[in-house]
């Protein structure tokens, strides 16, 4: 009976707040004068219609997953790394110049180096942040955040400056982009002229990675007893300084390895804007898939489908496609509250004790005795000292 | 150049550029006093703006005109208001983690504020803007008078601010329940101080500033909207408030420190030494590291409860 009650309660508050989210959605929706009904119908069905919103979607759920993993494994660490952005930009520029000056070599051998270059220049950019943390106790979620505006200048300044094509200051128009990439660097396409490329399968492999990591490894042990409970796990002889900062590495890597991913797999040469919010949408899809692998691979598909629907409704009902930053904030903000109160037992035990007074007025007070008894229960359990 | 009209020129735009960090600041000094750390600050800030701007760009040409900064105003503190009761309904009431809420409450301000803009307004467009009012007298004294009595009506409110939100942090009976419920809300639950309805009134109050903070860049600094015109000020705001140690004096050291380091670089890159700009840019950011990293007591002396929500029910 209790996990009927339990489930049941799950399912209300869950339901409560996505109708939150949607309610917050749909005030600024009514405010542009849009029926937000069809505006939320174009954004969850158009893009499915056909094979290319489909691969479309997918080609948006590479950066999501490999971004929120990275942003699972460091929030399960107790550390809240939000400079995923600028990580994936120190991994475009990381992997771009590693395509760009090595010498010409065999795709077997330049592309993991690229991969492993983007990854790198993420990791380090996040151990930053990391390292001020661990060592000198600087909020993270303020040095990841102004490191994030750091790497975008420097991004901004590689492309104008050093890393500019030569062709855009001979012929073309100054566009800040670098050259293109050889070809031995690019990841290939999976459906011919579709966008969709192997980088899909890569993320796909390092989430079940991530999963065996955190869950099957004793390095994956002790990350989460860091985040758990940070005294019991230096007491259980755990180096939560060291995992702090190896959380941290981990979380850029994954955030430097999307980087590297779009700009071999998708785009082919660093451009400007190419983080595109990633590195927000990253947190909204790694809390949606409750800080899980296996949660977080649908979670990523449904925020795709979320950034393709939004562009699409741009096109249609000229709804400025900003309305996804809209839905991701809402999103956050029911989750995590949806969370708390999934999670208050006391506030559980009145729903489940709610119900039960009306199982027994629709039972005519047959079990009235019985269930009086297992509410008393419970609330002799709630009157224990710890 | 000689050296006074250089450091002139520097203050002279130093001075109104702090005064959105100070207003942000200050507004989120008394969340934190009270035990709440709102990241948010950005997001309410953009709303602030975009809904400052607003009446200035629609009203331009109609008998509304005059008024139209004074609503302006009055609806960004009241968007204000209104975020951080939202902020206080999920960080307060279902007492979520607030490291997160106040990244989804910057989001979705940052959203509906672009969303908004980018469908009623388009591009970017210029308004009028505050006015400065030369304070009579005062505005004449050589040097001094034009850099600090001939600002906006906002700014000096800002500077007014200062020792009036130390006055009531420390010398009235709110300031107190504010400080006891940032620093044991236990104690203050005891001695019947409603510690979830002053972290409300307190971050009702924060959002208020953060939303005039907003009202001052689009309509007193920039004199227009864009999507990111806060450009991380309300990150840099609550850096601030670790930097200023949760006192109103040194939060208006630590803007003015930020902001006339900020036109600093704007001044040397109108001598003439040429330097990449993006360097210049990121400088702000690299020093609010830099401060942080060398401010390490800061954390220890900060309001003890910071972050932590309350839970009355909960055994100790």
Redo the contacts between chains.
Sequence with gaps: MKSTYRALYIFAISLAAALAAILLGAVVLEILGKDPLAVYKVILTEPLKDLFGLTEISVRMVPLILVALGIAISFRSGILNIGAEGQIQMGVIAAAAAAIYLPPLPKIVILPLVLVAGALAGAIWASIAGWLKAKLNVSELLSTVMLNYIAAQLYGFLLRGPMIDPAELQVGSGTPQSVRLPKAAWIDRIIPGMRLHYGFVIAIVLAILVYVFLWRTKWGYALRAAGAGPKAARYGGIKVETCLIAAMALAGAFAGLAGAIEVTGLHRRAIEGISSGYGFSGIVVALFGGLHPAGIVPSAFFFGLLLIGADMTQRIMSVPANMVLVLQGAVILSIIAAKMLIADQYLFERFARMLEKRGRKAAGGKTKAGAGKAGAAKVDRRREQP | MNILTFVVNVLSIGIPFSVALLLASTGEMFNQRAGVFN?GCE?IMSMGAFLAFMPAHLLQNTSLAPYANLIGIAAAIAIGALFGL?FA??TVT????Q??????????????A???F??FVGGVTGVPGLKNLPIPLLSRIPIIGPLLFNLNGLAYAAFILVPASWYILFKTPWGLKVRAVGTYPRAADTMGVNVSRTRYQALVAGGMLAGLAGAYLSLGQAKMFA?DIV??RG??A??LV?FGRWNPYLILGGSLLFSVAQSFQLAIQVLGIRF?Y??A??LP??L??VV??LT?GS?TRGPAELGKPFDR?K?V
């Design positions: 990241l997001g939202l309904l999920v279902f007492r979520a983690p490291g997160i809420a106040g990244i989804g409450l910057h989001m979705f301000g940052w959203g509906v672009g969303t908004l980018r469908y999507d450009a991380g990150f840099i609550v850096a670790y990449p993006e360097f840019v990121m950011y690299v609010v590291i942080l990293a390490p954390v029910e055994r």
